[in-house]
């Protein structure tokens, strides 16, 4: 990516400007940082009681018999958001989905084993085993670099 910066005495206010041949996450994600968004909270609901969770803490998000789940290695938090709604608040540099009822920290994940024929198995730092469905191995494995 190239980055030009031009000096105009008469400019009031800086403005900045993205030329590109098709808009990319590389090109969202720049967009993101540059308009000041910053992640959304994200509250979870344990015994009456909620919790802002931190996104540097949640080890997965998942969806169980109907509901939205937030596991960190504090415990497991109902949240009452979609997943795609909580998908949309973590930050997609640290969070990747990995089936159409799960999304995954990648900070937190131990290991991948690739071993299983046309699957990831995906243990993470609190002991839970899931699986990358087949629909998401091609984007893990872009993800990973392999």
């Given at each position: 990516m190239k980055v030009e910066i031009r000096v105009d005495a008469s400019c009031e206010e800086p403005k900045i400007l993205v030329i590109t041949n098709r808009v990319t996450d590389e090109i969202n994600e720049l967009v993101q940082k540059l308009s000041g968004c910053?992640?959304?909270m994200i509250v979870g609901f344990q015994d009456g009681q909620a919790k802002i969770l931190d996104q540097s803490e949640i080890v997965r998000v998942f969806t169980s018999g109907?509901?939205?789940?937030?596991?960190?290695?504090?415990?497991?938090?109902?949240?009452?958001?979609?997943l795609y709604e909580l998908e949309e608040r973590l930050d997609g540099r640290r969070f990747a989905r990995i089936s159409n009822a799960e999304v995954v920290?990648?900070?937190?994940?131990?290991?991948?084993?690739?071993?299983?024929?046309?699957?990831?198995?995906?243990?993470?730092?609190?002991?839970?085993?899931?699986?990358?469905?087949?629909?998401?191995?091609?984007?893990?494995?872009?993800?990973?670099?392999?």
């Open positions: 910053t992640p959304q109907g509901k939205v789940f937030a596991e960190s290695e504090a415990g497991q938090y109902t949240v009452r958001l979609r920290n990648l900070g937190k994940v131990k290991e991948f084993d690739l071993s299983l024929a046309g699957t990831i198995c995906v243990r993470m730092t609190n002991g839970a085993v899931t699986y990358v469905s087949r629909r998401y191995v091609t984007k893990i494995k872009q993800v990973l670099g392999i």
